[in-house]
């Protein structure tokens, strides 16, 4: 165990997902079990410039693994993105004497984290706490499952509307970049159709699936896009769709930011603990410039470069099952 590792700084940046509260419960408790001081990072990277933290006692930490969102705040920081930005960040950690930092946060954070790394050789983990699972390294995210069952809930009371009304809904959930959210939500949620950026299907594969609906006198259907899907956003394929077909009252929901929201689930509040112990072990043994992350339910260490440049994508035979399952 590392000797050298005495004072952690733990932040949460880029935009926030229900778990990071239970992940930075985890840092705070397993970093005082091991004789630690943690202190407390305020609106990410802007905070670390600014010198905005404060040591976390195992009692500041209490009452918020429920709860979504993050206690300390998050930001995006253009200040951070130059090389005099970073270097005020490292001159507030060296005069709180931190020996080493926890980001909590996805693509961006990581970015920030691997090149603070590379320019003034702070040891950082990263905790994996983004809603769109796009990190390679790790098989969930958190706020990923919290997410997906967000989704699930208001596509079951939009279906309740569509079977009313005979209408076809085109339902965008967030997913600039991957399609994990789409697709578990997809299959949840038993859509028809499931439209996300890695998938190579068309408008007119689109049409002619509702066409067959419509000769098998299925009268409704939901249609699940990613927001960054290869085909545009729900509200441009809803109009592209209605353009060929006009027999179907077609509507249009973008679930949006209530995906951000909301207390966490059980498994995001079991990963966020897990991955916030791992990160202080990690630490302890020497590690740093990786993400903590779990593969195969196994805490796996994945260098940020990795993490950050690799791509992750979603599962195959999920893909297959989504059609079959929509026949």
Known sequence: MSKDIKRVAV??????????????????????????????IKRGYEGMID????RLERSDVSNIIHRGGTFLKTARSERFLSAEGRRQAYQTLVAHDIDACIAIGGNGTFTGAHIMYEEHGIPIIGIPGTIDNDLFGTDYTIGFDTAVN??????????DTADSHNRVFFIEVM??????????????????YVIIPESSRSIDNLVEELQMNARRKK??????????????????IAQKVQEQIDYYDIKVTIIGHLQ?????T???????????????????EGRKDVMAGIINDKIAYTPFDDAINKTKIPNEDL???????AM
């Open 260 to 264: 951000r929201g909301g207390s966490p």
């Open 319 to 325: 893909q297959r099952l989504a059609e079959i399952l």
């Open 11 to 40: 932040f949460t940046s880029g935009g926030d997902a229900p778990g990071m509260n239970a992940a930075l419960r985890a840092v705070v408790r397993s970093g005082s079990y091991h004789g630690l001081h943690i202190f407390g």
């Open 51 to 54: 010198g905005d933290l404060d």
């Open 150 to 159: 967000t989704a699930i809930e208001a596509v079951d009371k939009i279906r």
């Open 266 to 284: 059980a498994q995001d509040r079991v990963l966020a603990s897990r991955l916030g112990d791992a990160a202080i072990h990690g630490l302890l």
């Open 175 to 192: 997913g600039r970049h991957a399609g994990f959210i789409a697709l578990n939500t997809g299959i949840g949620s038993g859509a028809a």
């Open 219 to 236: 009268l409704f259907s939901l249609v699940i896009v990613a927001e960054g899907s290869n085909l545009g956003g729900a509200t441009q």
